[in-house]
């Protein structure tokens, strides 16, 4: 039997060959003078190499997607790379309370404290852009793995945003018990962030999170991996009743506020569903200050922790 060809980053040999000529016949050889248009000379910078993937990446066996960290960061997400800034430096001191309720010490210690859910009242608060600031901002840790779960199935934006697959994920992991957690999960450039895209759509996705193989799962998550947060961006809980249930399956909450629009009576309605026996965190987002910057704030139970900035909002960025 003939020996297999090698292969680079999954790509078989000779591909990547006729790949490499195909780009020596656009740009010439390096530091080769070409003549363009109208006879002008001239000589090609040579095209970007495709970033290999990091070293834990099985290219045959895990699904892998290189995140456009400068676009991220241009929209104002925290990424690895960035110097300290009043983004990075607010979700530094929301994470804190969330690790120390799951991985501190002593009988502080909360059930399933490794299970974050974050939510609001209704869409559009920028809950979305919370989840995945928190979840990178975590990734960041010197031992702390994460996975971003995308369980708003009703207005899903986590794979647009990060520009991952749509499936499978989520809605096929709980409707397929012959799929793990791993068949379904990306890992990405962000080498200790992984991600469930919401999945296929179902005409009972929101049903499907109330369900036994919603607590099933998530009792596998919060066992399996006890080291490793796992941030699940839910549905507001003012749109769907599927969400309370979810919320009763997790550990802690994080409930964001968009300030100058959520009412407060959203406000109230909603956190009146939850179970107050939980840690709740409030995130006060896209606050303004009388002096002209911007803030927001941080708090557990139903009072509110402010920081204060004067340049940026800590969780200012898309509405979703």
Not at 127 to 152: G, P, Q, R, W
């Amino acid at each position: 039997m003939p020996e297999a060809s090698p292969s680079t980053h999954g790509i078989p040999a000779g591909e990547a060959e006729a790949s490499r000529a195909s780009r020596e016949a656009v740009s010439g050889a390096q530091g080769e003078t070409l003549i363009g248009p109208e006879g002008v000379r001239y000589t090609p910078e040579p095209l970007p190499e495709v970033p290999p993937p990091p070293p834990d990446v099985d290219p045959h066996r895990d699904r892998y997607t290189e995140l456009n960290l400068a676009r991220l960061k241009e929209q104002g997400f925290v990424t690895a790379d960035a110097s300290r800034n009043p983004v990075s430096e607010e979700f530094r001191m929301i994470k804190r309370p969330l690790l120390a309720n799951a991985f501190g010490q002593g009988a502080d210690l909360v059930r399933n404290g490794n299970l974050v859910m974050v939510t609001s009242a209704r869409s559009g608060e920028g809950k979305t852009f919370t989840a995945i600031n928190l979840a990178i901002s975590i990734a960041m840790e010197m031992d702390k793995t994460v996975l971003l779960v995308d369980a708003d199935v009703g207005r899903s934006r986590v794979h647009e945003i990060l520009g991952t697959p749509m499936g499978p994920g989520l809605i096929d992991l709980l409707l397929d018990r012959d799929l793990d957690v791993g068949d379904v999960m990306i890992k990405t450039n962000i080498p200790k962030l992984r991600v469930i895209p919401m999945g296929r759509y179902h005409p009972h996705s929101n049903e499907l999170l109330a369900s036994r193989d919603m607590e099933r799962l998530a009792q596998e998550l919060a066992q399996r991996y006890p080291d490793r947060m796992v941030i699940f961006d839910s549905p507001p809980l003012l749109l769907t009743s599927e969400a309370v249930v979810l919320a009763g399956l997790l550990g802690q909450i994080v409930f964001v506020v968009e300030s100058s629009r959520t009412l407060q009576g959203a406000v109230k309605d909603a956190l009146s569903m939850l179970d107050t026996s939980k840690p709740i965190g409030l995130v006060l987002n896209k606050m303004r200050n009388p002096f002209g910057g911007r803030y927001a704030g941080y708090g557990y139970g139903y009072g509110y922790g402010y920081h204060y900035h004067h340049d940026e909002p800590a969780a200012q960025g898309p509405a979703a």
